[in-house]
Structure formats: C-alpha cells, structure tokens
C-alpha cells in the first residue's frame, strides 16, 4: 500500500501568513488522485481538494493543491482565523486507500 | 440535501463486536461508494474500506481483512459496518463517507460514532 508522510508535523504561524504543507507519496499516485482535507477539533475531516490541485465547492481561493507524481503540497496563501486545523492528505489512486499521519497548523 | 447519519456511541468489551449504521438520504443511495473511516483519539485518519451500495461488493484495508464486514440495506438506505474481536485499540470514532459527484474523494461525511472498548 502507498504510505504518505506529511511534514512537518506542526506548523506554527500567525494570521495573514503563508502556510505550505507537504505530502509524500512512497509510490506515484495515480492520475494525481490525490485530496487534502481539513479537520477541527470535533468535526469529521472536511473535503479541500480532490485530484491534486480542483478545490470542491465552497473553498476560498486561499487554498490551492499542486504537485504530481510522489511530491504534494497544499498552501493556504493567508492563513485566517479559522483555517487554523489539522489538515490531511490521502490518496484515492490505488485499490487501497491511505492517508498521510497529518499536518497541525496551529496559532504562532 | 446529502446526509448521513450515524448510530449512537457504542461500548463495548475486549473480543466482542460493534456494529455502526450510516442512515442516508438526499440522493440516490446505490449511485455511489460509501467508505468508513476511523480515527483513535488524538490520533490520525485511517481508511477502513468501502461499499458499493448496488452490488453490495466490498474492498477492505489489509489491516481489517478478517475483521470488518461492510452490509447495506437498500431497501432504508443504510450502510453498515461491523468489526469483529474488538481490542482497546480499536477504541475510536468511527465515520461513515461518500464520495462526491465529481471525485472519488469522500464530500459527504455522517457526525462520527464513538465506540469505546473497555473491560
């Protein structure tokens, strides 16, 4: 199965800065089917980007998905109040699903 | 609108079974992929594997092979799954997730059930 490590594990920033995340595929994702997805603290995950890089209905344009192949990265261009989250990859490419250990963007 | 919507929290003891159902409604129940997803406290998402409502076949994570059953019932709309020889370890939220219209990706998800393994 495709494992993915995301990194760093904790990201500490201030509002209105820029927030770059990383997820690693240890083999090629197929067709980029690859989705980022936001969690808050007692909600289920949240859909950001599905397919690398098209935002699902809804998401501000602060957020944008790019990368192909092994190498991904989701970045939030001026992080606000509110996109302050767990935030996780996972790959839809292979029969078998996973998802990277999470990324902790959390108040400076 | 699209819901899903879970059975209540669960406890259960070491060895036994918990069996979580995801009520949906709000679109065609045999037209797309449901998947469970699971998540220990504190700890990160894991995939558990998915459904096709309309045939009923089933792919399940390696990890839960021999342990999770994934049903549904398409006569109420419902998906369930059941995980067998329950350890502590198995102490999580479980969540139910339906792909999107345009992706594969999981748009819709039920509230989560929490089932707790305790002695």
């Known amino acids: 199965e495709i494992v993915l490590t995301q990194s760093p594990g904790t990201l500490s920033l201030s509002p209105g800065d820029r927030a770059t995340l990383s997820c690693r595929a240890s083999?090629?994702?197929?067709?980029?089917?690859l989705a980022w997805y936001q969690q808050k603290p007692g909600q289920a995950p949240s859909l950001l980007i599905s397919?690398?890089?098209s935002r699902a209905t809804g998401i501000p344009d602060r957020f944008s998905g790019s990368g192909s192949g092994t190498d991904f990265t989701l970045t939030i261009s001026r992080l606000e109040p509110e996109d302050f989250a767990m935030y996780f990859c996972?790959?839809?490419?292979?029969?078998?699903?996973?998802f990277g250990q999470g990324t902790k963007v959390e108040i400076k | 609108q699209v819901q899903l919507v879970q059975s209540g929290a669960e406890v259960k003891k070491p060895g036994a079974s918990v069996k979580v159902s995801c009520k949906t409604s709000?679109?065609?129940?045999?037209?797309?992929?449901m998947h469970w997803v699971r998540q220990a406290p504190g700890q990160g998402v894991e995939w558990m594997g998915w459904?096709?409502?309309?045939?009923?076949?089933?792919n399940y994570a390696r990890k839960f092979r021999g342990r999770v059953t994934m049903t549904r019932d398409t006569s109420i709309t419902t998906a369930y799954m059941e995980l067998s020889r329950l350890t502590f370890d198995d102490t999580a939220v479980y969540y139910c997730?339906?792909?999107?219209?345009?992706?594969?990706?999981?748009?819709?998800w039920g509230q989560g059930t929490l089932a707790t393994v305790s002695s």
């Open positions: 709000g679109y065609t129940f045999t037209g797309y992929f």
């Open positions: 397919g690398a890089s």
């Open positions: 997730a339906r792909e999107g219209d345009k992706t594969p990706a999981m748009l819709y």
């Open positions: 083999q090629t994702v197929s067709n980029n089917y």
């Open positions: 459904i096709n409502p309309k045939s009923g076949d089933t």
């Open positions: 996972q790959q839809y490419g292979s029969s078998l699903w996973t």
